[in-house]
């Protein structure tokens, strides 16, 4: 069947005439900025929780375990509307914005940062346990500190053990940037919704938004799959 | 059995290295070193055999305390074994450890294994510590292979690069913990030569091994483990033609006669 648009050049306008108006870009790249900054603070604060969960000093395990159990057992909308609505208008802390989106924006990222990093830490620490004990014996018997053990030795080995799981938190990470809506963050689903009740065509508008996200995270767990396997540990 | 054979020469001995003063360690309820006392003396090499179980690995292991003890003390060069920190960090560089399965860092490459601790722990600068590990892998005869990661080379290879990176970092002594038994037959005698050079060098030493030809052509002094006590210490020639306890002659003629 040929296509319709080859006929009716129109038509393409026709059908995709609901999205004039409208930033979908712009707000998919709300989405992009949200998702980069929050990944790679969580792959900081991450890697921290980790490191603390192994080392010897009971009160960092401690710390580290109870902050784990209770970040990753609460709803991310839970802990993004206490961002807003605790932290910013309770405790009025505004992350030194002065204005109301560039606070919502800074807040959804705090917020994003703190419920990924307990799964980029899970993710780590399983990374950890692949990396057979001899090399940190290995690492201590030559004078390494626990610190140098764990950053020369230990984690560059754990990395690359679990890219694969950490490009599964980070494409999780990105379609869980949504709920940045729910504070008023002008990211794709924001967008996705004032279209849906404006436009006739819903459907349509679902479908573009999660093409959108497709666009986004497919290449990304494509790479890193890729790149899982070529920096993969060789023993 | 694999014979190395060596013209041994008597070491002076020049002091006290290494000694342990009834040194008790459990695993639960096992109790692997009972009573232990062992003086090494500089330029020494000692031998610790027995059969597997007897706590010869985990003796070895003790004195850098990789393994902690339950009681007793353990001096290096007349300072006691420190607890933790970076004070155990700095005994550690000066006591080279060379494990059974070798334990090279795999993300890293020979020469590499070779220069990080000269690097992070001595603070050498990068081209001396190059230059040092260039020339002990020579010394070891793997220096052509100062680029391959480790998984890419033998058994055999691997180890030596092990000793090579304990030697960078110009330890006082030694420890030899099964360095062979992971090896297969053929290139356990280039471990073993690289070690007999070692022994001539007059490095310290203290070898946990099944290789009895080793210890017959290198060792100065052969402390025999059983069930977790010292049970017999002799020279090597003395031991092995002669040995006084029961434990040991039974454990030889397993060994030696098959």
């Not at chain 2, 290139?187 to 007999?196: A, F, G, K, T, W």
Request: hydrophobic letters at 50%; charged letters at 20%; aromatic letters at 8%.
């Amino acid at each position: 069947m040929p296509s319709p648009y080859a006929t009716h050049p129109e038509a393409r306008e026709i059908v995709f005439d609901f999205l004039e108006g409208y930033d979908v870009l712009g707000a998919f790249w709300m989405t992009v900025k949200l998702t980069a900054l929050s990944a790679l603070g969580s792959l900081i604060w991450g890697t921290l929780l980790a490191g603390m969960r192994v080392s010897p000093v009971p009160l960092m395990r401690g710390f580290a375990t109870v902050y784990v159990n209770i970040v990753r057992n609460i709803p991310l909308t839970v802990i993004i509307l206490f961002t807003s609505l605790g932290l910013a208008d309770i405790f009025g802390m505004t992350l030194g914005a002065s204005d109301f989106k560039v606070q919502g924006f800074r807040l959804a990222v705090l917020g994003f940062i703190a419920y990924t990093a307990a799964f980029v830490c899970e993710a780590l620490r399983s990374g950890i346990n692949t990396v057979p004990l001899g090399q940190a014996e290995a690492a201590r018997a030559i004078g390494l500190s626990f610190s140098q053990t764990l950053r020369l030795i230990v984690l560059p080995q754990a990395f690359r053990s679990v890219i694969g799981p950490l490009a599964n938190v980070l494409i999780a990470l990105t379609k869980n940037t949504t709920v940045a809506a729910a504070i008023g963050v002008a990211e794709a689903a924001y967008l996705m919704k004032s279209m849906i009740e404006n436009e006739a065509q819903t459907l349509l508008v679902g479908a573009v938004f999660a093409f959108g996200f497709v666009v986004l995270t497919l290449p990304t767990g494509l790479f890193l799959g890729w790149l899982g396997k070529r920096m993969a540990v060789k023993r | 059995m694999t014979e190395v054979s060596v013209a041994k020469q008597d070491v002076a001995a020049t002091g006290e290295l290494v000694v342990l003063k009834s040194v008790n360690k459990h695993f639960g309820a096992l109790h692997v070193l009972q009573d232990i006392d062992l003086t090494i003396a500089r330029g020494e090499v000692v031998v610790v055999i027995g059969p597997s179980g007897s706590g010869k690995s985990t003796l070895c292991r003790t004195i850098n305390r990789l393994e902690t003890i339950d009681s007793g003390t353990i001096t290096i060069d007349g300072k006691p074994l420190p607890q933790e920190g970076k004070e155990l960090a700095r005994l550690r560089a000066d006591v080279g450890m060379v494990f059974q399965s070798f334990n090279l860092f795999a993300h890293k490459t020979v020469l590499e294994n070779v220069m990080l601790g000269q690097i992070k722990v001595r603070k050498a600068d990068k081209k001396q510590a190059e230059e040092k590990a260039r020339t002990l892998l020579d010394r070891v005869g793997v220096g052509t292979q100062a680029d391959k990661y480790p998984a890419q080379l033998s058994g055999g290879q691997q180890q030596r690069v092990a000793i090579a990176r304990a030697l960078a970092m110009g330890p006082k002594v030694m420890l030899f913990d099964e360095p062979t038994s992971a090896l297969d037959p053929e290139m356990i005698n280039e471990v073993l030569e690289v070690m007999q050079q070692l022994a001539r060098d007059g490095m310290t030493m203290i070898v946990v091994t099944h290789e009895m030809g080793f210890a017959r052509s290198a060792a100065n002094r052969v402390v025999f483990m059983a069930d977790g006590r010292i049970v017999e210490e002799a020279a090597p020639d003395q031991f092995f033609s002669n040995p006084r306890s029961d434990r040991a002659k039974d454990f030889l003629s397993k060994i030696l006669h098959h």
